[in-house]
């Protein structure tokens, strides 16, 4: 069977391999690396269509972005003098990438190493064996740990050293080889697109907890560093950030969140609602009612947007089909699907000036054009959505990350989004009123478009930003923003922020302001949701874009937060 798939470049950055020893209950940069980059066997078995499944999965601690090289049945390998049997010879036929992992098995693109290759059930798969490696060094000073590298790691098909500055051939692009690099002070490492850990400098040994909450809400402040100036945003037009001197509950939670939000639906009864990889969970906040509901196709959930009551909506990306997202309702007896396989982007915005109804907007999304400058507002009914008006956004407008609503309050409403090249812009009336003179770097994920009419083209980039709110407090009208600060290195390969804070932007003393109250948290600032006065902000921990991190929702007070605007 021939099969031919796109699979996304595997990319290992490593920051500052100093060679930490392993002592006590600690784990050595290099003895942590080498065991997410650790071979394991398995077989293929014949999936959906003409594709192919893995008969491992999670409980093998198979993740999403592992890579495997398929192999041939094998040929007997005879002495030609003594005739002895020598053994067998399988050689590579295919690399593949997993795409999603169930519980005991795991769905595979696949890429043949020749023009054609013949496939079949029971093939052996072997996890990062003979997959091409290649080590950056940025400040040419880890030479001595690339060496370890490759003696710790010999199943991989190492490919060579190179130092900053060295330009790298075009060849060395390619989706399907692995690429280290060392800059600073941690270990990030990258596997089939995918982000899968980021390793301090000294590196504990996981402690395994159960699936869910690690803690209740306590009265502690959230954990801010002391970082005086918001590097890329104290400029003309940016107020002076003020630090955060109250701060209500925290949530801790033993999984990573993307997005948040609260909704109220009839019967008063609030939720808190957090979207992790492919889970919402949705937990009371009166009582201890807790609800899940757990996306099981193919395709990579991309964030959430919330209704005031109980509609959500799933954006869902299936490479070779696009936008296949979702509207889910929540009721006191749980999740229910009402409609399934919408082709946009959505968005509920909401607008204080209106009542704070939520209004559903749709934007297309394809490989050339990413987020067409068109979008739809959309209602629902019954189980499909129709379009009610087409609307005709300013260039390179986004709905992740957009917004509209009257901030100067002359009856005219703003349309707010981040522009390509990552700064915060304003339009009214088809004209652009405000730009931030230096963009707000690091969005919350970084999504790869695959072109379905060429398999070998590389994937376009779309950035997703949060979803703003627009709230009111005392006589003005105010947008809030999660914003991160990205590394430099981290910028190249779409890699996530490392630490972040909150913005708000509103109009006074005749002109548009970003406030900044918080100093930055230590991690990035995932999403924000308001609700009765307060902010609720949701902060990464250390592998936020591993898949497997951790994060903290914060209660902030808004009235502490815009005390001094």
């Known amino acids: 069977m021939l099969y031919h798939k796109k699979i996304l470049l ?49 409980r093998d601690q198979v993740q999403k972005g592992d890579l495997w090289t398929i192999y041939s049945p094998g040929e007997s390998v005879v002495d030609p003098v003594s005739g002895a049997d020598l053994g067998t010879y399988s050689s590579p036929l295919a690399v593949a990438r997993v795409t999603r992992a169930a519980e005991k098995f795991a769905e595979l693109a696949v890429r043949c190493l020749k023009k054609e290759c013949d496939l079949q059930a029971g093939l052996e ?22 060496k370890k590298m490759r003696k710790k790691l010999d199943h991989l098909d190492w490919q060579g050293y190179m130092r900053k500055g060295e330009r790298l051939p075009e060849q060395l692009s390619s989706p399907f080889k692995v690429v280290l690099a060392a800059a600073g002070n941690s270990l990030t490492l990258w596997s089939g697109g995918e982000l899968l850990s980021i390793y301090p400098r000294s590196v504990k040994k996981p402690v395994r907890q159960s699936a869910g909450e ?17 590097a890329g945003l104290d400029q003309t037009g940016f107020a002076t950030e003020t630090a955060v001197k109250e701060a209500g509950g925290t949530i801790s939670l033993d999984q990573p969140v993307y997005s948040i939000g609260i909704t109220t639906f009839p019967g008063k009864r609030s939720y808190l609602l957090y979207l992790g990889d492919r889970t919402v969970q949705a937990r009371a906040l009166q009582g201890k009612k807790k609800h899940q509901y757990t996306y099981e196709g193919f395709g990579s959930v991309v964030n959430m947007s919330v209704a005031h009551d109980g509609l959500l909506a799933l954006n869902i990306y299936v490479p070779d089909k696009g936008m296949r997202s979702k509207i889910l309702r929540l009721t006191d007896a749980g999740f229910q699907a009402i409609i399934e396989n919408i082709d946009y982007v959505l968005s509920f915005g909401r607008d204080p000036a209106d009542g704070g109804k939520a209004r559903l907007l749709g934007q297309p999304l394809d490989h050339d054009d990413l987020l067409r400058s068109v979008a739809y507002r959309l209602e629902i009914r019954k189980d499909r959505v129709v379009r009610v008006e087409t609307l005709d956004p ?20 703003e349309i707010g989004y981040f522009n390509p090249g990552g700064r915060l812009v304003l339009y009214e009336s088809g004209r652009k009123i405000w730009e931030s003179s230096s963009g707000p770097a690091g969005a919350l994920r970084t999504l790869l478009i695959g072109d379905p009419d060429y398999d070998d083209a590389a994937p376009s980039e779309l950035e997703v930003w949060s979803q703003p709110e627009v709230f009111r407090h005392g006589d003005r009208t105010y947008v809030a923003f999660a914003l991160n600060q990205q590394d430099s290195w981290m910028g190249l390969v779409g890699g996530g922020p490392r630490e972040g804070t909150v913005g708000f932007l509103y109009y006074g003393e005749n002109s548009y302001r970003l406030h900044l109250p ?47 605007d």
Do not use: C
């Open 394 to 413: 300013p260039p390179g407008y986004s709905l992740f990350g957009a917004f509209q609503t009257d901030l100067n309050g002359n009856g005219v409403d």
């Open 125 to 146: 798969a072997v996890r990062f064996q003979d997959i091409q490696a290649l080590y950056l060094d940025e400040k040419a000073s880890t030479f001595s740990q690339y």
């Open 10 to 58: 595997l990319m290992v950055w490593i920051w500052g391999l100093n060679g930490i020893p392993a002592s006590g209950g600690s784990l050595s940069l290099l003895d942590e690396t080498a065991r997410d980059l650790s071979r394991l066997e398995a077989r293929l078995i014949e999936g959906p269509g003409e594709g192919f499944l893995l008969n491992r999965g999670s």
């Open 518 to 564: 918080v100093h930055r948290f230590p991690g990035p600032v995932q999403d924000l949701h308001i609700h009765n006065d307060e902010l609720l902000v949701a902060v990464g921990g250390e592998k936020t874009y591993s898949g497997k991190g951790t994060a903290q929702v914060l209660t902030l007070s808004l009235g502490s937060l815009l005390s001094k």
């Open 214 to 230: 690690r803690g209740q809400p306590s009265s502690s402040s959230p954990a801010t560093s002391s970082v005086p100036e918001s």
